[in-house]
């Protein structure tokens, strides 16, 4: 951030000037900035091998790949949408953007660590980029050995590209922790934060706690396959199923790491576009801590098929059972929000709508896949992907989406046109269930997930999963076209399009350098509807 005040009629964007000014930028408006490129372009490649992907499987047999690049193809679209899109898109840009706005704060805690932690993930990302041009990897996103040991891909520069990421996710957990505790604005109490920052917090405590794990996991295969250290192959004596507990114990609160930023976001639409006081704010604000700590104790229900116990296998299906009451919990009080509400149709909230939808379907299909006798029916079947991609994008991505658009004019200054915003969210939308709704009745009829080939009988379903890859790719190019275009004929939004009542909404858009004129002095909640809560 520069030193000097920013003059007048000038903001983030235009002051400092020049390109260095961004490089070596410390204001959190700007890192935030640069994280939602980089994670758009992750999610942009991620989405082109999704497309090639069920292209693919338009019909049986090889169409554009072999057998190892299919593997390849998966393993990419995998590893980059969860390691380099889907962590950090919500909490490294929007959550870098806003959190300092919406406590009062000019600025993160430590702005040159959340630099570090930018360049960190860029690096990261080459990495994964080295080891596309190298051979990529084809043992699936999650990397299980033995075959991880054993394959000839580029195993080592993959793992060592998400072992760096994951240093990002740490420092930037870091920084929104020590932000939280520390800058708030005077007057903001613990229970007049937004719940945007509460559910950034719980993932904060997260991202400190489980990410050295996956670190230290991917450390070991490193080590295993450059030096033959037994660790996790049976053939040097060590254990594939270790594998499983070290990735689970972090990826279980990894999802947790995904969703509740999410969860964040779409608190702030549904009181926002409902012009009502978010119902239940403590128990929505508390339900984000108890996630984040059952999120640590239920890994083990991913290995129900792998020999464990059966006490075992009993207590991780019930506590997979207990995490869907906090998740419960935000659902009801998020519906009675609507209750008796001034309901505002604007696109924001139609990702709501959509996440709403999406993430009760994924959230029920867990509580099934929670169930052992359901599990082992299930286990490795395209009702598994089903699932997943239910609570991964049509909630994490419909959320961001939400929340994107929610403070696309805070961010940018620049109104997008609402007639498109519906179009593309009706694509989005109708294309996703079109895609992945069908999955579920592939993995009921029996069909195994990551297999490149499969039998005529599923030939049908395939396809139009597929048709529907390409509804959603247009609504996504529609939304694309809309947003960029903005950027330069947009009209010019107020400083509170939406009538917001948290302080992000008072300050100019896009804000000053500054963030405030003045610091802000908080003496009421955050969604106390009729005056903005300074």
Not at 169 to 184: A, Q, Y
Not at 230 to 255: C, E, K, M, R, T
Not at 426 to 451: D, E, S, W
Request: charged residues 10%.
């Amino acid at each position: 951030m520069s030193s000097e005040p920013t003059p007048a009629g000038m903001n983030y964007l235009n002051f400092p000037k020049g390109i260095k000014s961004w490089l070596c930028t410390l204001d959190h408006k700007r890192i935030g900035i640069m994280y939602l490129l980089f994670i758009c372009i992750s999610f942009a490649l991620g989405g082109l091998f999704a497309l090639a992907l069920r292209l693919e499987h338009l019909n049986p047999g090889p169409l554009l790949f072999t057998a190892k690049q299919y593997n390849q193809l998966f393993t990419l679209h995998g590893a980059i949408m969860v390691f380099l899109f889907i962590v950090p898109s919500i909490p490294a840009s929007l959550g870098n953007f806003i959190l300092p706005l919406m406590l009062g704060a000019k600025d993160v805690a430590f702005p040159r660590l959340n630099l570090a932690s930018l360049y960190i993930y860029v690096i990261g990302a080459c990495f994964c980029v080295y080891s596309m041009i190298a051979g990529a990897a084809d043992t699936g996103w999650t990397f299980y050995t033995p075959y991880s040991s054993t394959t000839d891909t580029s195993v080592i520069s993959m793992t060592l590209g998400a072992f760096i990421l994951g240093f990002s996710s740490i420092f930037t957990g870091i920084n929104f922790l020590v932000t939280i505790h520390k800058l708030r604005a005077p007057g903001m109490k613990w229970f007049r934060m937004p719940l945007f920052v509460w559910a950034l917090y719980a993932t904060s405590i997260i991202q400190i706690l489980a990410t050295p794990v996956l670190g230290i996991t991917l450390l070991l295969l490193i080590l295993e396959r450059s030096i033959g250290v037994g660790i996790f192959n049976p053939a040097l004596g060590g254990d594939p199923v270790l594998f499983q507990h070290f990735f689970w114990f972090y990826s279980h609160p990894a999802v947790y790491i995904m969703i509740l930023p999410a969860m964040g976001v779409i608190s702030e639409l549904v009181t926002t576009f409902s012009k009502k006081d978010i119902f239940g704010y403590k128990s929505i604000a508390f339900s984000s801590i108890s996630i984040a700590i059952i999120s640590f104790l239920v890994w083990g229900h991913h290995l129900f098929v792998s020999g464990q116990s059966d006490f075992a296998d009993m207590l991780f299906s019930l506590l997979t059972f207990l995490v869907g009451i906090p998740s419960g919990i935000k659902v009801f009080n998020w519906i009675a929000t609507m209750y008796k509400g001034s309901i505002s149709f604007e696109t924001p909230f139609l990702y709501f709508l959509s996440f709403l939808a999406l993430f009760c379907i994924g959230g029920f299909t867990g509580i099934m896949l929670g169930s052992l006798s359901l599990d082992v029916y299930f286990h490795d079947t395209y009702f598994v992907v089903a699932h997943f991609h239910y609570v991964m994008m049509g909630g994490v991505v419909m959320a961001f989406l939400g929340g994107l658009h929610y403070w696309w004019p805070k961010m940018f200054g620049k109104m997008y046109s609402e007639f498109w915003g519906k179009i593309a969210c009706a694509f989005i939308f109708v294309g996703f269930n079109m895609v992945f709704f069908t999955q579920f009745i592939l993995g009921a009829k029996g069909m195994p997930r990551r297999y490149f080939n499969y039998l005529d009988q599923y030939q049908p379903l395939h396809a139009f999963s597929t048709y529907g890859s390409w509804v959603l790719g247009v609504g996504f190019l529609i939304m694309g076209f809309y947003l960029i275009d903005s950027l330069v004929n947009g009209k010019k939004a107020s400083d509170n399009p939406w009538g917001g009542t948290t302080l992000e909404w008072t300050t100019q858009s896009p804000p000053i350098a500054e963030n405030f004129l003045e610091t802000p002095h908080v003496t009421q909640g955050p969604y106390e509807r009729g005056k903005v809560a300074h």
